[in-house]
């Protein structure tokens, strides 16, 4: 099965730029969506297919993808970013989709 | 206002059978493609089970065999049916639309709803 693989935690300071690593076998094949989760709460969609954000989604959160890495990014940094990241795939082989371990990001 | 209500959640024995409703409002279940997704607590999101718009159904291995997706068109509702629960089943269900207008992501969720298997 597909396997996408985040460093468990990010810390960086306000005003700062987060960058939180999503890695998977040549994921650069595939559509990236990134999910922020705050405790308590629904995740909600920040990134979708790579590099596009939803209505209503900063322009401080970007993504990219190619290879075998996915990156969100998260540039000046407010304490309300302070949440849990998890990107996502459909695995075409198995018509399965596919979370993240999760990255914690945590505003210093 | 597009929004997903889940529901039926609760305290189960282990070996016992539960089903959760995720009534949606706003958009029509039987034209998209309707999952679940689930947290146990403490722990990250694993996917579980999709039921696409043409009405086929995946399921994630760990369930596979013991819970079953479907949907009722007219009370535009997605269920869960969820049999020989086991206390690894244990978490927070979510039901989630995945939308083709964002390349499939899951852009509306529900605000879960929380499977205790226990005896």
């Known amino acids: 099965s597909y396997v996408l693989t985040q460093p468990p935690s990010v810390s960086v300071a306000p005003g700062q730029t987060a960058r939180i690593t999503c890695g998977g076998n040549?994921?650069?094949?595939?559509?990236v969506h990134w999910y922020q989760q705050k405790p308590g709460q629904a995740p909600v969609l920040v990134v979708y297919?790579?590099?596009d954000r939803p209505s209503g989604i900063p322009e401080r959160f970007s993504g990219s993808n190619s290879g075998n890495t996915a990156t969100l990014t998260i540039s000046r940094v407010e304490a309300g970013d302070e949440a849990d990241y998890y990107c996502q795939v459909w695995d075409s082989s198995s018509d399965h989709y596919v979370f993240g371990t999760g990255t914690k990001v945590t505003v210093l | 206002e597009v929004q997903l209500v889940e529901s039926g959640g609760g305290l189960i024995q282990p070996g016992g059978s539960l089903r959760l409703s995720c009534a949606a409002s706003?958009?029509?279940?039987?034209?998209?493609?309707m999952s679940w997704v689930r947290q146990a607590p403490g722990k990250g999101l694993e996917w579980v089970s999709v039921?696409?718009?043409?009405?086929?159904?995946y399921y994630a291995d760990s369930v596979k065999g013991r819970f079953t997706i479907s949907r009722d068109n007219s009370k535009n509702t997605l269920y869960l049916q969820m049999n020989s629960l086991r206390a690894e089943d244990t978490a927070v269900y979510y039901c989630a639309r995945a939308n083709k207008a964002v390349a499939y992501a899951f852009d509306i969720w529900g605000q879960g709803t929380m499977v205790t298997v226990s005896s």
């Open positions: 040549n994921i650069g094949s595939k559509s």
């Open positions: 297919d790579d590099s």
């Open positions: 706003g958009f029509t279940v039987s034209s998209n493609y």
């Open positions: 039921i696409y718009s043409g009405g086929s159904t």
